[in-house]
């Protein structure tokens, strides 16, 4: 079962796990949970943003293709057949440089070739879901039923996104803290055990891999005015305000914890946490797949 809860959320005490955990226990949902085991958990960040937030998608050496640069229809939530016709499109204009002795340069025509494919035609279609939707859900929809019912996705209007992710969190003190029941351990429950079942495991002298580039921000910024919304919007419980000796309050990151979801990487207010590739094969293995 999916969840996804949008990033650009403004209340620092909304958690997106939480908020899953909670919405199993909606009478119109929580027959279909009732009596079923829960036998994996895990964790990611999509990009959603579409064709107006694709990066540039060539550099020396290498391409970016699927998921990793955004090549995502957001308004029917499917990647794969992205990820594969991207794939092939970079694959032919690797053949096609290394035929050629280019083995160096740029892959140019990658991303020329993706403007004249049916894909870059899909996703203009779909250019402009998430940018309504972001307006509000009422808002939203009825703009987003305008788009694609009457002019079918071809309107003479492209909007674009206004505000990065870690842009929209409000201060703590606009809103009051959410009151999330406590985790029954049949039909919801804590993220600890959750991230046990994902099989990660991290090897413990490896380096970290998830750093800081001011260590004083966690507590004197995101605590004091946003009520550390690390340790709620974290799938995996990883970062975590604790006293130390003295009684103050500091951030202890539990790296072995990590599920590679990146959600700090994006949401962070301050975007203070540095996020890199951990070493070896440590992450997440989800069974069955």
């Not at 998608?57 to 016709?85: E, M, Q, W, Y």
């Not at 279609?125 to 940018?131: D, Q, S």
């Not at 703590?172 to 804590?190: H, M, N, R, V």
């Amino acid at each position: 079962v999916g969840f996804v809860v949008g990033l650009a959320y403004q209340n620092p005490y909304l958690s997106p796990y939480e908020e899953f955990q909670r919405y199993k226990t909606h009478p119109a949902i929580r027959h279909y949970f009732e009596g079923g085991k829960r036998i994996s958990y895990g964790a990611r960040a999509i990009t959603a943003g579409g064709l107006q937030s694709l990066p540039k998608t060539v550099f020396p050496g290498g391409a970016l293709i699927g998921c990793d640069a955004g090549f995502l229809n957001t308004s029917r939530i499917k990647g794969s057949h992205a990820a594969i016709k991207t794939g092939m499109l970079a694959a032919e204009s690797a053949f096609a440089a290394l035929g050629e002795g280019r083995q160096h340069d740029e892959l140019a025509s990658y991303p020329a070739a993706f403007e004249k494919s049916w894909l870059h035609e899909e996703l203009h279609v779909a250019r402009n879901f998430k940018p309504w939707m972001s307006k509000g859900l009422y808002i939203g929809t009825i703009m987003t039923g305008i788009d694609q019912m009457v002019f079918r996705g071809k309107a003479p209007w492209t909007l674009h996104h206004q505000h990065a992710d870690h842009e929209c969190l409000k201060p703590a003190s606009q809103f009051k803290p959410i009151a999330y029941p406590k985790p029954d351990g049949k039909l919801t429950f804590d993220r600890l055990s959750s991230v046990f079942i994902s099989n990660t495991n991290h090897a413990e002298d490896q380096p970290i891999h998830l750093t800081l580039k001011n260590a004083a921000i966690p507590v004197d910024v995101n605590l004091a005015k946003y009520a550390g919304p690390e340790q709620r919007y974290c799938p995996a419980g990883v970062y975590e305000f604790v006293k130390n000796d003295a009684g103050q309050d500091r951030l202890q990151i539990n790296a072995q914890n990590c599920v590679h979801c990146k959600t700090c990487d994006i949401k962070d207010p301050t975007q203070n946490i540095v996020w890199v590739t951990p070493e070896g094969g440590g992450g997440p293995n989800y069974p069955n797949m």
